[in-house]
Every structure is written in C-alpha cells, then in structure tokens.
C-alpha cells in the first residue's frame, strides 16, 4: 500500500545544533515533494518545494534533500533556535492532481 | 495580499446537528482545498474544488460536502454530526497547477458534543 513515513518520535535538539527531519515513501513516484511549518492550534505555513529532478534545495537555514532512489527527502535545520520548535509536515505531489498526501509530521523541540 | 480566513474560528455543535464552514482563498487563487486534522489521524484530504467544479475526493463518507461559488470562495458541510467529526477543519488554496504551493488558513475547530 501506499505510504508515507515521518519520524513518529519528538525530536528533541540543542540551540544551534542542526535539526534532521526524516520523510520516506513507498510506493509513490512525487513530482514534487514540500515541506510545511505548523504550530499548535495553526494552519500549516509553506516552507520549501523540491522537484523530482533536483537533489536539494536551500532556504536561508533551511535544506532539503530529495532522494527519489531512496524514496526519501531529508529537512535540516542549521544553527537551530527555540522559536523552530514545531511540528513540521511532508508532503507529496505526484503531479497527477491536487490531492497532496501527508505524512502525520514530526514534532521538532529546540531547547535553549 | 490578504491570506486565506477561514470562519468561524471555533464552534461546538450537537451530535446530530449540521455546521458550514467558510473559506475565502487568497485573490486569485482558483483551487481550494479543505482538510481534516485529528491528532491520531493528521491531515486527511477531504476534497477540492476547482473553478466552481469538484477536481478531486478524499475518503470521507457522504456526510461531508463542499462547494464553490463563482468568487472561489468556498463552503463545507457537514451533516448529521457524531462525535468524531470533532476536529480542526482546515481550508487551503492555490493557483491550481502540479508543483504550486498551497496556502492554509487558521482552521476551524469544531468541537461535536
């Protein structure tokens, strides 16, 4: 069946260290895959888009990987801070149509 | 340029009740999207309305409907609500084309007592 995984466990981290967030599918072939920001009680908040054809992509502190032979986009974030703390979602675009499939999102704690 | 809003922002309803949720998307955006998010179950796609006309389902039973209106703004219902339909209901809009970013409103969290 069709899948898309995101680390299940909180991800508790240092200020300032890098932050690695893990998204693997199975069973997909995404055009694009996408990254979102969501704080409690909010609307996710776009954060990077990355095609199936580039291998990564950088936004200020922000990097992701897209590895489509490992089924797999890798999120950092560099010199981490509290206010990154949030649950960050993966999502896949298989370009067919607009029906993006969800991971369930890992929840990122930066300690100060 | 205004972002999606989405009203109302919380509400709570009776089992068997019906509730309308609203959402303006962001000018000129033609695609929206509504989604259902529960803390076990995270975003689940409901459906998405394109140009006025339903482009794509999510797997929810008939209870949930939507519907678009000639401005983009759209509107979902719920009818016959059980104590499961208590979630945040999300709204999303875009362009509408593969690889374009989606823009979320705040939700509305609707709580079925």
């Known amino acids: 069946s069709q899948k898309i995984e995101q680390n299940s466990e909180a991800l508790n981290i240092q200020e300032g260290k890098t932050a690695t967030l893990t998204c693997n599918y199975t069973?997909?072939?995404?055009?694009?895959l996408q990254w979102y920001r969501q704080d409690p009680g909010r609307g996710p908040v776009f954060l990077l888009l990355i095609r199936e054809n580039e291998k990564e992509k950088r936004k200020e502190r922000l990097k992701v990987t897209f590895d489509t032979t490992l089924k797999q986009s890798l999120f950092h974030i560099t010199a981490s801070q509290p206010a990154d703390s949030a649950t960050y979602l993966c999502?896949?675009?298989?370009?067919?149509?607009?029906?993006?499939?969800w991971g369930l999102g890992t929840s990122l704690a930066v300690n100060p | 340029k205004a972002g999606v809003t989405q009203t109302p922002r919380y509400l709570i309803k009776t089992r068997g009740q019906q509730v309308t949720l609203s959402c303006s998307p962001i000018s000129g955006h033609r695609s929206v999207s509504w989604y259902q998010q529960t803390p076990g179950q995270g975003l689940q796609f409901l459906f998405e309305y394109f140009s006025e006309t339903q482009r794509n389902k999510g797997n929810f039973p008939g209870r949930f409907s939507g519907r678009q209106f000639s401005n983009s703004r759209s509107e979902m219902n719920v009818s016959t609500l059980e104590l499961g339909d208590s979630a945040l209901y999300l709204c999303?809009?875009?362009?509408?084309?593969?690889?374009?970013?989606?823009?979320f409103g705040e939700g509305s969290w609707l709580t079925v007592v």
């Open positions: 999502a896949l675009d298989t370009g067919n149509n607009r029906k993006l499939i």
């Open positions: 999303a809009s875009s362009p509408g084309s593969p690889g374009n970013t989606i823009y």
């Open positions: 069973n997909y072939s995404p055009a694009y």
